[in-house]
């Protein structure tokens, strides 16, 4: 199984989790690029993402953050599911994009209200500066993902001190091991 890291705007730097999961384990954490992470523009976003899982053929779990999660959503929807060896996402504090003050989030909305066509897990944190409980959850339920409430983790990320967070690789397990079930059956 490989893992493809989407990060939020500005990217991931090195103390965010998912970098370090990229320094813990790189024989199966990779990061996709962006043409611009400053100044987000949702069509740019969804063709990098595309390019990257393009260049995978073996099974892959996404695992995104922030603004990353809402370019998944947009890129399952846009490409209905063209690569089929998307077996799972692990979405991270999705930003609310649709109440966001920068103006470049708004060319994310609206944000599909789609059911994601793999396994996906929506994480959320009661005293993220970014979105509500209530919204992300709300997403999950859209999007058709488990959704899983982490209590005051802030926007889950490296200004969170989480280190490699542990509980975040526990919960990209339980979704790799939903994942297996399913393709047992």
């Given at each position: 199984?490989?893992?493809?890291?989407?990060p939020g705007?500005?990217n991931?730097?090195p103390?965010h989790?998912?970098?370090?999961?990229?320094d813990?384990?790189?024989?199966?954490?990779?990061?996709?690029?962006?043409?611009?992470?400053?100044?987000?523009?949702?069509?740019?976003?969804?063709?990098?993402?595309?390019?990257?899982?393009?260049?995978?053929?073996?099974?892959i779990?996404?695992?995104?953050?922030?603004?990353?999660?809402?370019?998944?959503?947009?890129?399952?929807?846009e490409?209905?599911?063209a690569t089929?060896n998307?077996?799972?996402?692990?979405l991270?504090?999705?930003?609310?994009?649709?109440h966001a003050?920068?103006?470049?989030?708004k060319?994310f909305?609206?944000?599909?209200?789609?059911?994601?066509?793999?396994?996906?897990t929506?994480?959320?944190?009661t005293?993220?500066p970014y979105?509500?409980t209530?919204i992300?959850a709300?997403?999950?339920?859209?999007?058709?993902s488990?959704?899983?409430?982490v209590?005051?983790k802030?926007?889950?990320n490296?200004?969170?001190?989480?280190?490699d967070?542990?509980?975040g690789l526990?919960?990209l397990?339980?979704?790799?091991d939903?994942?297996?079930t399913?393709h047992t059956?």
């Amino acid at each position: 199984m490989k893992y493809l890291n989407i990060p939020g705007l500005n990217n991931s730097g090195p103390g965010h989790w998912q970098t370090i999961w990229e320094d813990i384990f790189p024989q199966v954490f990779n990061r996709m690029q962006q043409v611009n992470w400053s100044s987000p523009v949702k069509n740019e976003w969804v063709a990098a993402l595309h390019n990257a899982l393009a260049s995978f053929d073996a099974p892959i779990v996404l695992v995104a953050h922030s603004l990353g999660c809402i370019a998944v959503v947009h890129w399952a929807n846009e490409n209905k599911f063209a690569t089929s060896n998307i077996t799972g996402a692990l979405l991270v504090a999705p930003a609310d994009a649709e109440h966001a003050r920068s103006e470049s989030f708004k060319t994310f909305c609206p944000v599909p209200a789609i059911k994601l066509p793999f396994p996906s897990t929506v994480v959320a944190s009661t005293n993220d500066p970014y979105t509500t409980t209530e919204i992300s959850a709300k997403l999950a339920s859209c999007w058709g993902s488990k959704f899983i409430c982490v209590g005051d983790k802030g926007h889950i990320n490296a200004q969170s001190a989480l280190g490699d967070w542990k509980e975040g690789l526990s919960l990209l397990a339980g979704l790799t091991d939903t994942i297996a079930t399913i393709h047992t059956r």
